[in-house]
């Protein structure tokens, strides 16, 4: 090795020109990098460790931080221009920013100096800017492996990743392989920056536009890696070997001891040049030479624990959980759960509605204390509920569908409970009264008393036909609470596509059109409710609402001031970002299983990021304002015209609302039988052509079949926590939860949203699967239906089961905890005179 020169890739015997190589200049002051405390950290610098000395855990480095850059290549060739602007852009790199950010820089091709123990020692990172093959023997590699276990940096550049083909260790510190598929032609692509916070990343955009040669990878390393920034491979032609949506690019991790980061980019002249990709460079710089700390644990799937809090019923109680519908965490860290009202499976179910027990079922509160790990039985509410009723006389999704805490529940102890009350159905009328209200638990005993209710708002809705009753609520910063109500409509009698059929109806309700409901402004079914509740049990209008409930129009419709959202079709599980106050949701589409060109979309399961007051579409459009065809009476069977989802109007004979209604907006996720985020060629109307051939999607970490969007939260990291030893990462802090009941190809992901656009309807910048971290499988947790992030920063997750309309010995309450620790290297390892 050389200090002042360096050789031109080729052969180590092979003549060459000499090259200037520049050393950055530290300030005077910055000492080592070593792991010095407190006297000796007073004493000035420490002597240059040796192999030797590191093996007992002195991190490398001398005095001074010092980056070296190995070149040496397999290949016979000459000068390497790629090689040139990588070791200018490095040194450039190591001279500039702050001066407790600055390195020094040296370059050699020669490989002994992987078995020179005492000038390898003096690196706290080596950067492998090199092409493939055997670049290192036996020996050279046991020194890179011993360098790395006394604590050393590695960043791998590009074909750094075919360097060692033949060593399992040198793919466990690169992290993948490439495949032999890999396109050959630099392309422009976008990459997905997800790590928001990684100094490699940090400062990048959330979509980067730049041209590169675009690896494949003979295996995914996601899961074993902790990926930064993903390629999307629908902006450029991936070739034969694509990777698919998950295609990592740069990532990460703690290695053997050390800390390794590599970049598939980087395989051309001018991404040298890029201000960006510098930034990226110095980023996984600072990181492996200690100045900076970084979590590269975060995604890898090892570090993370799911268990199962708790057990099976005992035979013929609900001891332990009910049918589960939803869950919600306390301050103190107990979670009150509750079951919708289905019942034991062994138990026969009543099904006459001549009988006054129609439907009966119990709907259960149940609180698990983490501190004891008891379950116990808060309180059951007697609920129009269990299996039976409902136009097929088998099910109904009505019972106990939601359940809130106040803000001030440390003190007051209030439960809120969205339900269906048994006692005020009309078996005449087949109709019911929905109800949200207040009960008081008694911390001493976690028992719920009934007999403190106080009714803050209820409404009508049919039980003749099944289905469709949302249930989620969840709080703003302000002290408003949200209520998701299903459009109290049947799933038949539309052909599985828009539902507006006006013809089906009972004793003059139908069941069957849902303009009646989710499309009118005077009903509170098909909507996402925002009131503000106040102490003595009644609740005001906040400002902002969609309707003030005072509006009317030339038919003189009315609207309901409650209402926030409108246009939504089953909304289960809704959530509120009470850093930002933006509304978070997710609800289940019709059934149709492809697109019509006579009809419409098919069946399109939705999550929406809600920013203002606004009407989703359903019935009238879906998607990214994918309209319907209207249908109408005399005959609902004929197609009328598509509606227009800028002027929708509801001319629904079952209307009592206004006509003209406000205009749909875009919704930010969508995904169908066929996949995620179809979209269409449209007329010059605005009307998709519908031709499944014609599809192109716009969301392709997607997958459908069968669908039921079950929303998450998003993840805020607590700093305060720090007594939390099993609370998720700051790498998710800001990452919306979005996932599905079922656990096959349906997603189970944390997405990343541009603010940006998210409120009109912008797709998701960012998306990684969490199927690995939050396990799926008839032992893992199969039928999601809900999910919660705790104070103690771990995630709850409730398993439905796997019988419908019961509970069952796989439904139960789950905790998923991470294991994997803070960030590296640990703060008294840093670099001396580091910030971060």
């Avoid at 001066?99 to 690196?123: H, P, Q």
């Avoid at 269990?386 to 109904?396: H, M, R």
């Avoid at 109307?685 to 998450?712: C, E, F, H, I």
């Amino acid at each position: 090795m050389r200090s002042t020169s360096h050789q031109r890739p080729g052969k180590a015997n092979r003549p060459t020109r000499g090259r200037r190589v520049l050393t950055a200049v530290l300030t005077a002051g910055f000492v080592t990098a070593g792991l010095l405390t407190g006297s000796a950290a007073q004493a000035g610098p420490a002597p240059e460790p040796t192999l030797t000395t590191m093996s007992v855990k002195s991190p490398p480095g001398g005095a001074n931080v010092r980056v070296l850059i190995f070149y040496g290549s397999a290949a016979p060739g000459g000068e390497s221009p790629l090689v040139n602007a990588g070791i200018e852009a490095i040194e450039r790199i190591g001279l500039t920013g702050p001066a407790n950010e600055r390195f020094k820089v040296e370059a050699t091709d020669d490989a002994s100096v992987f078995t020179d123990e005492t000038k390898l020692g003096r690196f706290n990172s080596i950067v492998f800017l090199t092409g493939g093959g055997d670049v290192l023997d036996p020996e050279q590699e046991a020194g890179l492996e011993a360098y790395m276990e006394a604590g050393g940096g590695f960043v791998g550049l590009h074909d750094a990743a075919r360097a060692e083909p033949y060593s399992d260790w040198f793919t466990g510190l690169i992290g993948a392989r490439p495949a032999a598929s890999s396109p050959g032609t630099v392309q422009r692509a976008t990459v997905e920056v997800g790590d928001r916070r990684h100094p490699a990343t940090k400062d990048l955009p959330l979509e980067w536009r730049r041209p590169d040669l675009w690896l494949n990878w003979t295996r995914n390393p996601s899961g074993a890696v902790h990926t930064v920034a993903r390629v999307r491979e629908s902006t450029y032609q991936p070739g034969t070997g694509a990777n698919g949506w998950d295609h990592p690019v740069s990532w990460c991790r703690d290695y053997d001891g050390g800390r390794s980061f590599y970049t598939g980019m980087g395989g051309t002249v001018s991404s040298y040049d890029e201000t960006d990709f510098r930034a990226h460079l110095r980023g996984a710089l600072l990181w492996t030479t200690r100045i900076a700390r970084a979590d590269c644990k975060a995604t890898i799937a090892g570090n993370y624990k799911a268990e199962r809090l708790t057990r099976p019923n005992q035979p013929g109680q609900s001891d332990q959980i009910g049918e589960p519908h939803g869950l919600v965490t306390a301050p103190d860290g107990r979670v009150l759960y509750i079951g919708r009202g289905g019942g034991d499976a062994s138990q026969p179910v009543v099904t006459d509605w001549n009988d006054p027990d129609i439907g009966k079922g119990r709907g259960q509160i149940h609180v698990y204390d983490p501190e004891t790990g008891r379950v116990t039985l808060a309180g059951e509410l007697t609920v129009f509920g269990n299996k039976g009723g409902g136009d097929e006389l088998v099910k109904v999704e009505e019972g106990l569908l939601g359940i809130e805490l106040d803000p001030d529940f440390e003190a007051n102890g209030w439960v809120y409970l969205h339900y269906t009350p048994h006692s005020e159905i009309n078996r005449d009328t087949r109709m019911a009264q929905r109800r949200v209200s207040r009960f008081t638990l008694d911390p001493a005993t976690d028992r719920l008393d009934l007999a403190s209710e106080k009714v803050l708002l209820q409404w009508p809705v049919q039980i003749h036909s099944c289905c469709h009753a949302g249930g989620g609520m969840t709080w703003d910063s302000k002290g408003n609470l949200y209520i998701a109500t299903g459009d109290n409509n049947s799933s038949g009698f539309s052909g599985g596509y828009s539902g507006n059929n006006p013809q089906p109806n009972f004793k003059g309700v139908s069941f069957a059109d849902a303009r009646r409901t989710a499309g009118n402004t005077n009903n509170l079914n098909g909507k996402i409710l925002r009131i503000h509740p106040e102490p003595d049990g009644t609740y005001t209008l906040p400002e902002g609402n969609l309707f003030t409930g005072r509006e009317t129009d030339e038919g003189g419709g009315k609207t309901r001031g409650e209402i926030y959202v409108m246009g939504v079709r089953n909304p289960a599980r809704i959530f509120v970002d009470q850093r930002t106050d933006v509304l978070y949701a997710g609800w289940v589409g019709p059934d149709a299983s492809a697109p019509s060109p006579v009809w419409g979309p098919a069946k399109y399961d939705t999550f929406a990021a809600i920013t203002r007051a606004s009407n989703r579409g359903w019935p009238y459009c879906m998607g990214d304002k994918q309209p319907y065809r209207d249908r109408n009476l005399p005959d609902p069977s004929q197609p009328l015209g598509w509606y227009d989802c800028d002027h929708p109007k509801n001319e629904s004979p079952n209307n009592d609302g206004l006509v003209n209604l406000p205009p749909v907006t875009g919704n930010n996720i969508w995904y169908s039988p066929q996949g995620g985020g179809p979209d269409f060629p449209r007329d010059a109307a605005g009307v998709p052509s519908y031709q499944q051939d014609q599809a192109t999607y716009r969301l392709p970490w997607l997958k459908g079949g069968g669908q039921a969007a079950m929303n998450g939260p998003v993840y805020r990291y607590d700093d305060a926590a720090a007594d939390s030893t099993v609370k998720w990462p700051a790498y998710w802090d800001g990452k919306w939860f979005v996932g599905d009941f079922y656990d096959a190809d349906q997603p189970r992901n944390a997405v990343l949203m541009d603010p940006r656009t998210q409120g009109d309807g912008g797709l998701p910048v960012h998306s990684e699967s969490l199927k690995r971290i939050v396990p799926v499988g008839n032992d893992g947790i199969k039928n999601l239906m809900d999910w919660k992030f705790g104070p103690d920063g771990a995630l709850y997750v409730l398993d439905y089961g796997r019988g419908f309309f019961t509970s069952d010995a796989k439904s139960a309450l789950w905790r998923v905890t991470y294991t994997g620790g803070g960030p590296t290297p640990a703060a008294d390892q840093l670099a001396r005179g580091a910030t971060r």
